[in-house]
């Protein structure tokens, strides 16, 4: 089996591709200038020369703050991309994994997002991310997996910033109202594997488990790490942000065991 994974050079792709490369899989990773999503004749040439048996859509635009100003590359990569990917899908009648996100609701209450409640962006990353899953959504062999507060060793991250600032700093503001579920890469890229091979379709919830606020998260980072650093816990409203997040990020993962799927293991036990 030839699975396609995009992203390669990002946290899950990289992860992804390595998963699935243990597995004996064949993996199909272009860089950008191998398959640039965004040119549609450029995607329609590599799959019709690899011919992927599944893809798994990891690359996306993720600078939330840019994407205020960089409205239209921010959708070119996220939406358009995401079609012309979909229409290659649908033309060799192969399985799409979509990997979504949180941002796509607007973050209001304090249950659990379920995978079937509406969306509501209320930035323009999610808004892109959400209209991705609308074409995604023109496929019956599709799965969407929505992600949330994502870490991993390639790419940058909260971890990696986190520890970056601790090197220089022995006190720091970190936000304490917004909270969700850190999604370590390499955990998810396990279950991301599972469920390719299978043909239980649908949209899904995937994080590790348990749930914190950002000071929460920075709060183990740096007790792990072994760092004494200070965390004052601060509101939202005191570390203003080009984009606006979502207050609560709770996803609930039950449709996962529903469909046979092994929940990712804690956030505090990721390694």
């Given at each position: ?129 959400r209209d991705g899953e609308i074409e995604v959504l023109k496929l019956t062999k599709y799965f969407i997996v ?41 955990d998810l890229a396990v279950m991301l594997a599972d469920m390719i091979m299978t043909d239980k379709y649908g ?69």
């Amino acid at each position: 089996m030839k699975i396609l994974v995009t992203g390669i050079n990002g946290q899950l792709g990289h992860d992804t591709a390595l998963v699935l490369t243990e597995r004996s899989l064949k993996v199909l990773a272009p860089t950008r200038s191998e398959m640039d999503i965004t040119n549609r004749s450029a995607v329609r040439s590599y799959f019709e020369k690899t011919k992927p048996d599944a893809l798994i859509h990891c690359a996306a635009y993720t600078a939330v703050d840019k994407a205020e100003d960089e409205t239209e590359l921010c959708r070119k990569t996220n939406v358009d991309g995401t079609k012309n990917l979909v229409e290659c899908c649908f033309e060799l009648d192969i399985p799409m994994m979509y990997i979504s996100t949180d941002y796509v609701f607007d973050g209001t209450g304090e249950r659990s997002w379920e995978p079937d409640d509406p969306t509501k962006p209320i930035n323009a990353y999610g808004l892109s991310k959400r209209d991705g899953e609308i074409e995604v959504l023109k496929l019956t062999k599709y799965f969407i997996v929505r992600i949330s507060w994502v870490f991993g060793i390639n790419g940058n991250n909260f971890v990696k910033t986190m520890l970056k600032l601790s090197e220089t700093r022995d006190a720091l503001s970190v936000v304490d109202d917004q909270h969700g579920s850190p999604t370590y890469t390499k955990d998810l890229a396990v279950m991301l594997a599972d469920m390719i091979m299978t043909d239980k379709y649908g949209i899904y919830h995937a994080h590790n488990e348990g749930v914190c606020s950002w000071a929460d998260f920075a709060e183990e980072i740096f007790h792990l790490a072994g760092k004494n650093v200070k965390i004052t816990r601060i509101t939202s409203d005191q570390y203003p942000m080009k984009a606006v997040r979502p207050m609560n990020s709770r996803m609930s993962t039950a449709k996962l065991t529903k469909n046979g799927f092994q929940l990712l293991p804690d956030w505090k036990d990721a390694t």
